[in-house]
């Protein structure tokens, strides 16, 4: 009996003890080689000149990665507020520092079609030409959800009125922002009846169609009736929830046509914190399913975490208090939880980006002002300067994982091994600048064929 209590008593001292702003670095183990075996390939560029040049000689030739085609991205969720003004241009520059993929939050509570706000049609307009002259590809958040919808559609009281409501709500988006290839379609389909959720028209909704099973089924048929050539995700908050799972098994038993997989990892509270065996596992178990998986929310703060979700409600009822006497409430960045931010989000991108089924990893917020829930869950401080993180995915996605060649070439072909992705590229022959792009990716079976 002294034995076990002494036992317990060290156990508990240990837990109680652990400094949750030190991060352990992870293994690891063949992380790096992974990724050289399925983001890289062979490439062989012929180059096919019009001026008359038979052969290059004595010539040099530069190629640098432009964009990845990996997705690594950013949630503009925050974006709004900003836009516009200097902060928000400054916001995008920062962004083009480092990212290549933009979410951009259309709820129905902001795109309400009775709303007519010219603000947010411009906005979207905006980023979205924004987008395209910056070679951002982006995704929409989501078609629907049973939240952040306007009041009118939360209170309908015509559930079979509602049911044409809501397609021609998923249609015009699809068909208002063609520029939009990727769209969370349902988000969190598992969560309608969840404790936390009040119930809605829309829960009502799924009730009629028979529960949350039929009712998914029918939303992704008809989203492929509307445009069977996008790239529709399943995202959700908790992928450890084995009815998320269970869902996606279903969704391909039915031979619905979604290509992704979402999966969520907001970090605010230490029980959330996901370790390197949770993480890959957690990939491995969904990988099964031959489904593309794309991190679609994450989130690691440098504000000190809370233990657990009961812990963190207590502040945030606090906090929404605090709000609505006109006050404001974040959590402080700290110096030691930067570090931790950098070091954690080093090995979480580095694991993830190693495995092959993975193929996006989208992070929440990028600035702390105005961060979900006012954790300091962004790259970025308040004023835009770079925390320790910001500065770590840089040196990853720009030099660590990129490929840049600048060497002398005697021949009209040329082969290297690059990360996919985008390129730019010239030869110099003759003293005269060839320039050219290729796009490199593992369909490319044959030479890619530069005319110059």
């Given at each position: 009996m002294?034995?076990?209590?002494?036992?317990?008593?060290?156990?508990?001292?240990?837990?109680?003890?652990?400094?949750?702003?030190?991060?352990?670095?992870?293994?690891?183990?063949?992380?790096?080689?992974?990724?050289?075996?399925n983001?890289k390939?062979?490439?062989?560029?012929?180059f096919?000149?019009?001026?008359?040049?038979?052969?290059?000689?004595?010539?040099?030739?530069?190629?640098?990665?432009?964009?990845?085609?990996?997705?690594?991205?950013?949630?503009?969720?925050?974006?709004?507020?900003?836009?516009?003004?200097?902060?928000?241009?400054?916001?995008?520059?920062?962004?083009?520092?480092?990212?290549?993929?933009?979410?951009?939050?259309?709820?129905?509570?902001?795109?309400?079609?009775?709303?007519n706000?010219?603000f947010?049609?411009?906005?979207?307009?905006?980023?979205?030409?924004?987008?395209?002259?910056?070679?951002?590809?982006?995704?929409?958040?989501?078609?629907?959800?049973?939240?952040?919808?306007?009041?009118?559609?939360?209170?309908?009281?015509?559930?079979?009125?509602?049911?044409?409501?809501?397609?021609?709500?998923?249609?015009?988006l699809?068909?208002?922002?063609?520029?939009?290839?990727?769209?969370?379609?349902?988000?969190?389909?598992?969560?309608?009846f969840?404790?936390?959720?009040?119930?809605?028209?829309?829960?009502?909704?799924?009730?009629?169609?028979?529960?949350?099973?039929?009712?998914?089924?029918?939303?992704?048929?008809?989203v492929?009736?509307?445009?069977?050539?996008?790239?529709?995700?399943?995202?959700?908050?908790?992928?450890?929830?084995?009815?998320?799972?269970?869902?996606?098994?279903?969704?391909?038993?039915?031979?619905?046509?979604?290509?992704s997989?979402?999966?969520?990892?907001?970090?605010?509270?230490?029980?959330?914190?996901?370790?390197?065996?949770?993480?890959?596992?957690?990939?491995?178990?969904?990988?099964?399913?031959?489904?593309?998986?794309?991190?679609?929310?994450?989130?690691?703060?440098?504000?000190?975490?809370?233990?657990?979700?009961?812990?963190?409600?207590?502040?945030?009822?606090?906090?929404?208090?605090?709000?609505?006497?006109?006050g404001?409430?974040?959590?402080?960045?700290?110096?030691?939880?930067?570090e931790?931010?950098?070091n954690?989000?080093?090995?979480?991108?580095?694991?993830?980006?190693?495995?092959?089924?993975?193929?996006?990893?989208?992070?929440?917020?990028?600035?702390?002002?105005?961060?979900?829930?006012?954790?300091?869950?962004?790259?970025?401080?308040?004023?835009?300067?770079?925390?320790?993180a910001?500065?770590?995915?840089?040196?990853?996605?720009?030099?660590?994982?990129?490929?840049?060649?600048?060497?002398?070439?005697?021949?009209?072909?040329?082969?290297?091994?690059?990360?996919?992705?985008?390129?730019?590229?010239?030869?110099?022959?003759?003293?005269?600048?060839?320039?050219?792009?290729?796009?490199?990716?593992?369909?490319?079976?044959?030479?890619?064929?530069?005319?110059?």
């Open positions: 002294k034995i076990n209590y002494l036992l317990f008593l060290f156990i508990s001292l240990f837990v109680f003890s652990q400094d949750h702003s030190k991060h352990t670095p992870w293994e690891l183990d063949g992380a790096d080689e992974r990724i050289e075996k983001r390939g062979d490439v062989v560029l012929e096919i000149f019009e001026d008359k040049i038979n052969k290059i000689s004595n010539s040099s030739i530069e190629i640098d990665l432009k964009n990845h085609d990996f997705k690594f991205g950013v949630s503009f969720t925050q974006l709004r507020r900003f836009w516009g003004q200097d902060y928000g241009n400054l916001y995008l520059e920062r962004f083009k520092e480092v990212f290549n993929y933009a979410t951009i939050g259309m709820y129905w509570q902001l795109t309400d079609e009775r709303s706000s010219k947010i049609d411009n906005y979207y307009k905006g980023i979205l030409e924004w987008a395209k002259i910056n070679d951002i590809r982006v995704k929409g958040h989501p078609l629907m959800w049973h939240e952040a919808m306007p009041n009118w559609v939360r209170n309908y009281k015509n559930i079979d009125e509602l049911d044409g409501i809501i397609k021609a709500h998923m249609k015009r699809i068909e208002s922002y063609p520029q939009i290839n990727d769209w969370d379609v349902y988000n969190e389909p598992i969560g309608p969840k404790p936390h959720i009040p119930p809605s028209s829309i829960t009502e909704w799924i009730k009629q169609k028979g529960g949350i099973y039929p009712t998914m089924v029918e939303i992704y048929e008809f492929n009736s509307v445009n069977p050539n996008k790239n529709y995700s399943n995202n959700h908050y908790h992928a450890k929830d084995p009815e998320f799972f269970k869902i996606n098994e279903f969704f391909i038993e039915k031979n619905l046509n979604y290509s997989i979402g999966m969520q990892a907001h970090m605010q509270s230490n029980d959330n914190v996901m370790s390197e065996e949770q993480l890959w596992n957690q990939i491995e178990d969904y990988a099964v399913l031959g489904k593309n998986i794309q991190f679609t929310e994450i989130t690691v703060t440098s504000s000190e975490r809370f233990k657990n979700w009961k812990d963190h409600q207590v502040f945030l009822a606090k906090r929404d208090e605090v709000i609505s006497n006109g404001e409430l974040d959590l402080e960045s700290k110096p030691e939880y930067e931790y931010q950098s954690y989000l080093k090995d979480f991108y580095t694991l993830a980006f190693s495995h092959p089924s993975v193929t996006s990893i989208t992070f929440w917020n990028m600035t702390d002002q105005n961060a979900w829930r006012g954790h300091a869950g962004g790259l970025l401080f308040k004023d835009l300067k770079p925390k320790k910001f500065n770590t995915l840089k040196f990853l996605i720009n030099e660590k994982w990129t490929t840049k060649i600048n060497q002398n070439i005697n021949s009209n072909t040329f082969n290297f091994n690059g990360f996919y992705g985008k390129y730019q590229g010239k030869v110099i022959v003759n003293n005269k600048d060839y320039k050219f792009e290729f796009y490199h990716s593992k369909s490319n079976k044959d030479s890619i064929k530069i005319y110059l």
